[in-house]
């Protein structure tokens, strides 16, 4: 057996943070001196001592620590990965809104410098892919509203930061964003929302594999491939944040085929919604569970019709989104029956689609 001195100097941790541990439960000694209160380890908690110190240098909760070493213990590598894996995305959604915060700072700091400049009035040109930018115009297009009533929403936001150019869009029941590289942009953070007919008319510019320019000069944005040019006026609204609107909470994640999962929704059964908030008139729901990996269009009447996991969402919108996603194989990502849907492509984080779930009438 170790001493808790050669467990903290073989095992990456102090002395310290073995007794905290000893006094959470997490990792336990195999047997404490009655007379001397000494702590004394069994040569396999050695292993469970790295794989503590490596999690707490991740950042792993504590809670999360306890359900790893447990799963690591009894070979459950299933509730291993998975936990790894949410704590990746946790970690992934901080840093989004880490970088988010820190842009806005500068963005901050650049008013202060010249109070005239804000990221939807800033210039900026720059160079993107023709493909990437088709392929991502395409990936968000669908998600972009049509209601005279919310003009703010009635284009695409163009989000120009570093060397990325973020696409969004949204009509509040679903939204869509992708994100391609750019080059040749080194001012502050640009956004504008471009109109649908000026984004159709870009999509229709992007032929071959050439980089195209893109320019936005206070609120007017044009788009040169060659000696082919689009341009128009942006819209003069307020975009929502959307870097606030995608933070979600880990949820129960499947891999689908596309084809597979795209037949089985319509072939499948579906429910009828009361109404649909957008223009007044029902709409097919489709009811979907993860089950061990894997997607599960419910029946309505079956057994599991109202298992409190179940997600459902308007099936048409689900459809859009397998289109837009532009993938043989993606990822569906469920959480509790009130949080967005997510559909991810495997290969590419940044581009996704949301649909906002709509509630069951038991």
């Known amino acids: 057996m170790r001493s808790i001195g050669e467990m903290a100097r073989d095992g990456g941790l102090s002395v310290s943070a073995l007794r905290f541990y000893d006094r959470a439960g997490v990792?336990?000694?195999?047997?404490?001196d009655p007379g001397s209160g000494y702590r004394?380890?069994?040569?396999?908690?050695?292993?469970?001592?790295?794989l503590l110190a490596r999690l707490r240098r991740a950042g792993m909760p504590l809670a999360d620590i306890?359900?790893?070493?447990?799963?690591?213990?009894?070979?459950?590598?299933e509730l291993v990965r998975g936990l790894l894996d949410a704590h990746l995305r946790r970690l992934a959604l901080g840093l989004s809104d880490a970088r988010g915060e820190f842009s806005t700072l500068r963005a901050l700091l650049d008013h202060r410098e010249n109070p005239m400049t804000s990221p939807r009035t800033a210039t900026a040109r720059l160079?993107?892919?023709?493909?990437?930018?088709?392929?991502?115009?395409?990936?968000?297009?669908?998600?972009?509203?049509?209601?005279?009533?919310?003009?703010?929403?009635?284009?695409?936001?163009?989000?120009?930061e570093g060397d990325?150019?973020?696409l969004v869009a949204t009509d509040r029941y679903r939204m869509a964003v992708a994100q391609t590289r750019t080059t040749r942009h080194g001012g502050p953070r640009t956004q504008v929302v471009v109109p649908l007919p000026l984004a159709d008319a870009m999509r229709a510019l992007l032929t071959g594999d050439e980089p195209v320019q893109l320019a936005v000069?206070?609120?007017r944005v044009t788009l040169e491939n060659g000696d082919r040019q689009t341009a128009g006026q942006s819209l003069g609204h307020e975009f929502p944040d959307y870097r606030r609107l995608v933070r979600l909470p880990a949820g129960r994640r499947a891999h689908v085929d596309t084809a597979t999962f795209r037949e089985a929704l319509e072939s499948g059964p579906v429910r009828a919604s009361e109404t649909r908030k957008q223009d007044?008139?029902?709409?097919?729901l489709s009811v979907l569970r993860v089950t061990n990996g894997t997607v599960i269009v419910c029946d309505d009447g079956g057994d599991d019709a109202d298992d409190q996991n179940n997600v459902a969402v308007n099936r048409e919108f689900l459809l859009h989104a397998l289109t837009a996603g532009a993938r043989d194989e993606l990822v569906l990502e469920l959480g509790a029956?009130?949080?967005?849907l997510a559909i991810r492509r495997p290969d590419d984080e940044g581009a996704f689609s949301l649909l906002m779930p709509v509630r069951l009438e038991n």
């Not at 069994?42 to 001592?49: F, G, H, K, V």
């Not at 359900?67 to 213990?73: I, P």
């Not at 029956?337 to 967005?340: D, Q």
Request: aromatic fraction near 8%; glycine fraction near 6%; proline fraction near 12%.
């Open 164 to 166: 990325e150019l973020h």
């Open 217 to 219: 000069d206070g609120d």
């Open 66 to 77: 306890r359900l790893v070493l447990a799963g690591w213990a009894g070979q459950d590598t």
């Open 27 to 32: 990792l336990v000694p195999a047997w404490v």
């Open 337 to 340: 029956p009130t949080a967005p």
């Open 280 to 284: 007044s008139e029902p709409c097919d």
């Open 127 to 160: 160079s993107v892919p023709a493909p990437e930018l088709a392929a991502a115009l395409e990936a968000v297009r669908f998600a972009a509203s049509t209601d005279r009533e919310l003009p703010m929403l009635g284009g695409i936001l163009f989000d120009i």
């Open 40 to 50: 004394w380890y069994e040569p396999p908690q050695l292993e469970e001592a790295r």
